[in-house]
């Protein structure tokens, strides 16, 4: 007998009480950004920012783990695809920010400054669109190996 068979008949679980798993994927990427915020001045922005205020801008090897947390399916054993989760993340994430100048050569950061904040929010938002509205998902996004940032928090 399949062990999946006929799954929706035989499982122990009721639709709304399946078993939660998170499932993560982690993906590296390196982009060089800027921060700055134009409405201060030079003074205030080297103040605040510091050597990320570099006007000749600055790199980072990000390392980014995304999960996934969900009802595992009856039929397939799985929260999501794993294979999917990874085309997800090069389609979405990596081909439009990897060896980038976050400032200059992507859409979303012309106007939003690039903090570690910031990129993981908009990473959220990107990926949030192309998953199953079922699934919840969270970002955690390591700008150097001591810092990183999670959204959303909690």
Same mark, same amino acid.
């Given at each position: 007998? #399949?062990? @999946?068979? =006929?799954?929706?008949? +035989?499982?122990? @679980?009721a639709a709304d009480s399946r078993p939660r798993v998170a499932v993560f994927r982690k993906e590296h990427f390196?982009?060089? +950004?800027?921060?700055?915020?134009?409405?201060w001045s030079d003074? *205030?922005?080297?103040?605040? %920012?510091? *050597?990320?205020?570099?006007y000749n801008y600055h790199g +980072?090897? %990000?390392?980014?783990?995304?999960q996934v947390t969900g009802p595992v399916d009856p039929e397939t054993g799985y929260?999501?695809?794993? #294979?999917?989760?990874s085309d997800i993340s090069k389609t979405f994430v990596l081909d439009r920010f990897d060896h *980038?100048?976050?400032n200059l =050569?992507?859409?979303? @950061? #012309? =106007?939003?400054?690039?903090?570690?904040e910031n990129i993981a929010i908009v990473i959220y938002q990107i990926l949030r669109e192309q998953l199953d509205p079922s699934l919840d998902l969270k970002i955690r996004l390591y700008e150097t190996e001591r810092n990183f940032v999670e959204y959303p928090a909690a």
């Open positions: 007998m #399949k062990p @999946f068979a =006929d799954a929706a008949e +035989h499982t122990p @679980f390196n982009a060089a +950004h800027r921060l700055n915020n134009p409405n003074e *205030k922005n080297e103040r605040v %920012y510091g *050597k990320c205020n570099n +980072h090897n %990000y390392d980014l783990i995304l929260v999501i695809d794993m #294979k999917v989760l *980038k100048n976050l =050569d992507t859409e979303e @950061f #012309k =106007d939003l400054n690039p903090s570690a």
